[in-house]
């Protein structure tokens, strides 16, 4: 037991001896590596301040280049400035020498300058005096002379400017009238060659035109009309915008209203209501819509009827309208719409012996009226609406021209322009054509010599051919030969401006003199 004991002790002992000696080498290692760790520390300490020494010494080396470049840099430009400021200070200096020289030259100039003016001066004031010597003289030699002359200078002057006036105006209306007769000679006869072949190739029927403005009643037509229709006539009168009125006799009716086609209109319903059989009557307020649709429609067939007569191709709706509802409208009681068409074939054949387009002719001219359609709504001339309204819808300008100048209301651009107004003429002059009523007639009359009247030196005015013609006399002690032509176109265009006129007038001008002696 002991021997165990004594065992179990040593080996005791001897682990812990083991474990002392253990220990102590841990702790020599753990000693050897801090002192390595400490060297590898102080090496690496002493390698990055060799480092950073080598580093600022190369910097420090780096830093003095550029200074020293910059430097040199700076010296070569205070050198290059330096000389370009030396030029230009020799250049200033030279210019300033110019301005200098200058300067001394325009003063020299201007001291001649002022030694001209006061010359000038000088002469001024002499030729002055002398100018008012010489009015003096002057003055004196026409006192002199009109002294001795018996007249005044200004009086004379009058007189010799008067004469020249007078006899250069007769050389220029001789010379005037030579050349018209010369000129004008050729082109007028031509022209109506070509009208007077036109009118022997055209065909018409010249009827004589009415409108239509009364309606004739029947035995107990207009008591009925009082006793079952007043009110529907009332209104009817009213909502066409025309006058509705039964003659004093009773045996008719009168529609006044400058709208041809509400006129019709107004007939239609009328004449059916009238005709219908007693207890058969229909509703009065329903003929109105009914009519009018069948009075739009022959309107339409109308207007497309003359396109195709005249072989022209179809046209805006609204010229169509238009044309058609010419049918009811009459100037000086010629149908506008047969006055058209005819108008327009006699241009189209006036355009081919011409060798212009018959299309434009007969289109131009077939449109030419058709602003009268609506004169009686639209306020201005019928010329100038009917033009808006063709270039509106896009017609040629060649046509809305024609419709617009064939009155001269805007100025004559093209052929077709003259042709239409040439053709209008032509169908409104033939005989037949218009008539007015005696009480107009006799107004135009009077108008007609009331105007040439009231030009200087008109002794005399006759009008004679039922008033185409109108003769004016002269006074030829007031009136030379070479005035005649001014004044009677003078007269025409003034006839023109304030006068409306079917046709043409004439304006012959006639002075007359006469020397009388008597033998004893």
């Known amino acids: 037991m002991l021997e165990t004991l004594i065992i179990a002790a040593a080996l005791a002992a001897g682990a812990v001896v083991g474990v002392m000696s253990s220990r102590e080498r841990s702790r020599k290692r753990a000693r050897e590596h801090v002192a390595a760790a400490e060297q590898r520390a102080r090496r690496v300490r002493e390698e990055s301040a060799r480092s950073i020494e080598l580093t600022h010494r190369e910097s420090q080396a780096q830093v003095a280049e550029e200074v020293l470049q910059v430097e040199r840099l700076a010296d070569a430009e205070r050198e290059a400035a330096s000389e370009e400021i030396e030029r230009l200070r020799i250049r200033i200096n030279r210019s300033k020498q110019r301005v200098e020289a200058r300067e001394r030259e325009l003063d020299e100039r201007q001291a001649g300058v002022d030694a001209r003016f006061k010359e000038l001066r000088l002469q001024r004031a002499a030729n002055k005096e002398l100018r008012e010597e010489a009015k003096a003289l002057r003055g004196q030699k026409r006192g002199v002379l009109e002294e001795r002359a018996e007249v005044k200078a200004a009086d004379l002057a009058t007189t010799i400017s008067d004469t020249l006036i007078e006899e250069t105006r007769s050389e220029c209306a001789d010379r005037l009238r030579n050349l018209e007769s010369n000129v004008g000679e050729e082109p007028a006869r031509d022209a109506k060659r070509v009208m007077g072949i036109s009118i022997a190739r055209y065909v ?142 006699l241009s189209g054949l006036m355009a081919g012996e011409l060798e212009l387009d018959p299309v434009i002719a007969k289109r131009g001219t077939l449109l030419h009226d058709i602003g009268k359609a609506l004169t009686h709504a639209v306020e201005g001339s019928h010329a100038l609406i009917g033009a808006e309204i063709a270039r509106r819808v896009g017609e040629d300008e060649r046509v809305a021209n024609a419709i617009g100048a064939h009155h001269g209301e805007e100025p004559m651009s093209s052929p077709y322009a003259w042709l239409a107004a040439a053709a209008d003429a032509m169908s409104g002059g033939r005989p037949g054509a218009r008539r007015e009523i005696v009480e107009s007639y006799g107004d135009r009359i009077g108008d007609l010599e009331r105007i040439a009247s009231g030009f200087r030196g008109v002794a005399a005015v006759h009008a004679v051919q039922a008033g185409r013609e109108l003769r004016v006399i002269v006074d030829e002690r007031r009136v030379k030969d070479g005035k005649l032509e001014d004044l009677s176109a003078e007269i025409a265009d003034k006839i023109s401006d304030e006068m409306t006129f079917p046709g043409q007038i004439k304006v012959t001008v006639i002075r007359e003199f006469r020397a009388t002696a008597t033998a004893n």
């Open 204 to 345: 018409g029927h010249c009827q004589r035109d009415r409108g239509v403005s009364t309606l004739a009643l029947g035995a107990g037509q207009a008591e009925r009309l009082h006793s079952k229709y007043a009110g529907f006539v009332d209104q009817l009168g009213d909502e066409l915008g025309i006058s509705i009125s039964v003659a004093e006799s009773g045996d008719s009716l009168r529609m006044d209203t400058g709208d041809g086609v509400g006129r019709e209109l107004c007939r239609r319903v009328l004449t059916r209501l009238l005709s219908e059989k007693k207890g058969k009557e229909k509703d009065p307020e329903s003929l109105l819509p009914a009519i009018r649709t069948e009075l739009e429609r022959e309107i339409v067939k109308l207007g497309k009827k003359a396109f195709t007569q005249l072989g022209l191709k179809p046209a805006h709706p609204e010229i169509i309208d238009l044309v058609g509802r010419l049918n009811w409208r009459t100037s000086y009681t010629q149908n506008q719409y047969r006055h058209a068409l005819e108008a327009a074939k």
